[in-house]
């Protein structure tokens, strides 16, 4: 903070403060460009019709990269088994389709994203105390038993081979699921800008400023009083939640889901998506898996194994070259170009 | 109970020598974990690859099975220096997070390579008649190369303590272990030392994934499948330490093999449970510094 500084007059202080209250203030109001991807969403599926199946993938594949974008990008909680939570909303809305009976659409996403959000919550106070490897560990760990006991009790769960045959009542009561995808991608639209916005309130309130705070020094946090561990847990449970919703989503659009979506490559895979794009901030992963969803469908078609060594070299890039993403990288292009641009 | 007994002793056997390859695998790991606290994702590639050499010379040149292993793990530690000069180097006071991406990005990298260079199907290798078929210890039968696999293990064991314990550079990693500034204002070069524990390791990890050929099958998945279970030893054993990393493979290595003779169905549920367990009750691992 500017006005701590000693040395300062009490008129600069003041001024610096006001500037930083000012700042705070003001960075949540909406700008024009934040309307760009709804739009350009929009447009898609009009100039992409017979696409949308694909298309709500990729809109699913954001929201799961948005969630891993709270807990990875703000909060720095480095983890390689966020499918954990994907898997437990897919199979909350599959099982409750099945077993219960229960398969109104809207209801069910929610209900997943409570069902994920508890799981969250459960998992996090236990595994959050700790940090760097162990932490990571313990994260993997926990996907890979999920998956174990799924397999264990595959007559529940359906196991490799997955639960076929699952059926959802129409959107609302009046739209069905079509061969096209339209619904399902309008639908998978309307969820991800509810969780955007809502996403987008967190990040900027006093409680996001705070994760900022534990991600860049977790000792000072300690030290102003700041609880940590609560604070880590709460955006766990909030991102585990998401990430069941994107699971929901993937089961109700597929209508179909199999023990894969546990997997360690679906956790990597989506935190190669928001790398891509670009960690802590909001946009990041709509870039990052419109791009990853575009170019795996174009190049796994070519050879998928071309394809894997692709992505491999993307990240060693990434890490090398763009260590804040392709938006970090537009981001200093375009200051460097605005600088040359002034005076 | 005659039966019960033979069953416990299988189970302990196959146990030890499942323990073993993990071990061989995992301790190069540990050790440069420990030194530099560097995340290396990447490790199972190296095993793949070590793996897949043996199978290029016992298959095309017709070297035995061997002399093969040794081949592949000098090959695959002195391959592995320009890694670490090149590109690791750069990341040693990175965040956790891009070394993970890094090595990720390295592992799928080789795993497509070796993909596009032998197929995705699982490879095997001749054996020397010697190492196939089952050897009688006096009181019942073993299987040969499982037999011959703890061997090794306790060969490679032997040398890794005494180098460890009782040899000045053994003295230098644990000392860079314990404190790495400390360790380097004393005089230490802490960088070479961790390109020769790197390189070791590396090696080792190839004669790991050479005797996984046998074990389980190898194809380019290994590098991920396998890593997994390396870390977990790691992690469970505590970073650089040699005694934590031995216990962590034993009991790693014996619970999960009992485990699948009980439960067949369980698959590798055991494993990731002990993990759970070990690491919240000491998230350092059984030897690990807090």
Redesign the interface.
């Known amino acids: 903070m500017a006005a701590s500084e000693p040395t300062s007059g009490a008129m600069t202080a003041k001024a610096a403060r006001d500037r930083a209250a000012e700042y705070l203030l003001r960075r949540h109001y909406f700008r024009w460009p934040e309307a760009l991807p709804w739009l350009i969403a929009i447009v898609c599926f009009f100039v992409f019709p017979d696409r949308m199946t694909f298309g709500s993938q990729v809109v699913i594949m954001i929201m799961f990269a948005l969630s891993l974008d709270l807990i990875l990008g703000y909060a720095g909680i480095v983890t390689l088994g966020h499918a954990a939570f994907f898997g437990v909303g897919a199979y909350t809305v599959a099982l409750a389709s099945l077993k219960l009976g229960w398969s109104e659409p809207v209801s069910g996403v929610v209900g997943a994203g409570i069902v994920a959000g508890l799981v969250g919550v459960i998992v996090g106070w236990f595994i959050l105390r700790y940090r760097g490897l162990t932490l990571l560990m313990l994260t993997i760990a926990f996907a890979a038993m999920l998956q174990e006991a799924g397999n264990i009790r595959s007559d529940f769960t359906g196991g490799y081979d997955g639960l076929p045959g699952l059926m959802f009542d129409p959107l609302l009561g009046h739209f069905q699921y079509d061969l096209y995808g339209h619904t399902a991608y309008w639908y998978a639209l309307a969820v991800l800008a509810v969780v955007f916005f809502f996403v987008r309130r967190v990040v900027y309130s006093p409680f996001g400023q705070a994760l900022t705070g534990i991600r860049e020094n977790v000792r000072r946090m300690h030290s102003i009083g700041s609880p940590v561990h609560r604070r880590l847990v709460t955006v766990y449970a909030i991102s585990a939640g998401i990430a069941g919703m994107a699971g929901a989503l993937f089961t109700q659009t597929n209508a179909y889901v199999t023990l894969t979506v546990f997997d360690f490559d679906a956790s990597a895979k989506v935190m190669v998506m928001l790398i891509l794009g670009g960690t802590g901030r909001l946009y990041g992963p709509f870039i990052g898996a419109v791009i990853y969803m575009v170019m795996e469908d174009y190049f796994s078609k070519l050879s998928p194994t071309f394809w894997q060594f692709g992505i491999g070299l993307m990240l060693v890039l990434a890490v090398l070259f763009a260590r804040r993403g392709l938006l970090g990288l537009a981001e200093t292009g375009w200051r460097k170009l605005s600088q040359r641009g002034a005076p | 109970m005659p039966h019960l007994l033979t069953i416990a002793v299988s189970i302990l056997f196959d146990g030890l020598a499942y323990a073993m390859f993990l071990f061989i695998t995992s301790v190069g790991l540990s050790v440069t974990?420990g030194l530099m606290?560097f995340?290396n994702l990447a490790h199972g590639a190296f095993a793949m690859a070590g793996g897949y050499i043996v199978v290029s010379l016992t298959r095309s040149l017709g070297i035995d099975f061997v002399p093969s292993l040794l081949i592949s793990a000098v090959v695959i530690a002195v391959a592995s220096v320009p890694f670490e000069r090149g590109?690791y180097r750069?990341?040693y006071k990175?965040?956790?997070?891009?070394q993970?991406?890094?090595t990720?990005?390295?592992?799928?990298?080789?795993?497509?390579?070796f993909?596009?260079f032998y197929g995705p199907i699982p490879k095997s290798v001749p054996l020397p008649s010697w190492l196939e078929g089952d050897i009688n210890l006096g009181f019942r039968s073993f299987p040969s190369y499982r037999a011959f696999l703890i061997l090794i293990g306790a060969i490679l064991i032997t040398i890794l303590w005494y180098a460890f314990e009782r040899t000045n550079i053994g003295a230098k990693i644990r000392a860079a272990v314990d404190n790495r500034r400390m360790a380097e204002s004393v005089g230490i070069n802490v960088d070479r030392l961790f390109t020769l524990t790197f390189a070791l390791g590396s090696g080792l990890a190839a004669l790991g994934g050479g005797f996984a050929i046998q074990l389980f099958g190898l194809t380019p998945y290994f590098a991920?499948l396998y890593l997994?279970l390396f870390?977990?030893v790691?992690?469970v054993g505590g970073?650089g330490s040699l005694k934590g990393t031995l216990l962590a493979a034993l009991v790693i290595g014996i619970i999960d093999t009992g485990g699948k003779y009980m439960f067949p169905?369980?698959?590798?549920?055991f494993i990731?449970?002990i993990?759970?367990i070990v690491?919240?009750i000491k998230?350092?691992?059984f030897y690990g510094r807090e």
């Open positions: 974990m606290g995340v590109l750069r990341l990175s965040t956790d997070l891009e993970v991406l890094l990720i990005g390295l592992a799928f990298m080789a795993i497509a390579a993909t596009y991920v997994v870390l977990i790691v992690a970073l169905q369980a698959g590798n549920f990731y449970a993990t759970v690491l919240l998230p350092a691992g």
